[in-house]
């Protein structure tokens, strides 16, 4: 129940966007995603209706396939429990999301994409008010690598579908 509240916090407030990623992986497209970097959150931050910081980046798919993410403490003042969520940028829908998927608190998931839409990942926190540093990856994953999507609902905890009203 808990997670479910944080998903409709997460879509109500994803309105703003921090970083845009276009044309990722290649250089104006074509190539796969590949993203990294880092980032802060804190007070300056825009802030969820659930009272925690976020970031987000948004990418488009280049394929059909998985797209994984990952978001990590990092630095001197890390965050203490990285949150990621994946949105459908077109949608006010959160379709799934990870608290501890990563190692120890660190944050991981993935998710089915379909070639040409535009997915927003947020990143954010487990706590209300927390504020650090974080680093993050976002990439399509080879599907020889045979991994299975957090959205799968076959998978064993499959991370909880929300869709909210925009």
């Known amino acids: 129940m808990h997670t479910l509240r944080r ?3 997460l879509a109500a407030g994803c309105g703003l966007l921090l970083a845009v ?7 104006g497209g074509g190539g796969l995603i590949d993203l990294t970097g880092s980032g802060t959150l804190d007070s300056g931050d825009s802030v969820f209706t659930n009272g925690t910081y976020f970031d987000s980046v948004n990418v488009r798919a280049t394929r059909d396939g998985l797209i994984r993410a990952t978001m990590d403490r990092a630095g001197s003042n890390p965050v203490a429990d990285p949150f990621l969520a994946a949105f459908r940028a077109d ?21 089915t994409a379909t070639a040409g839409a535009l997915y927003r990942i947020a990143f ?20 020889s690598s045979r991994a299975v999507a957090d959205d ?11 869709r909210v009203a925009p």
């Open 21 to 27: 990623a276009a044309g990722c992986g290649g250089g």
């Open 124 to 143: 954010s926190t487990f706590r209300a008010g927390d504020s650090g540093s974080y680093s993050y990856t976002i990439r399509e994953v080879d599907a």
């Open 152 to 162: 799968d609902p076959a998978k064993p905890g499959a991370a909880p579908t929300a």
């Open 91 to 111: 949608e006010t829908a959160s379709f799934v999301v990870n608290d501890d998927g990563g190692s120890g608190l660190n944050a991981t998931l993935q998710f």
């Open 7 to 9: 998903v409709a916090a």
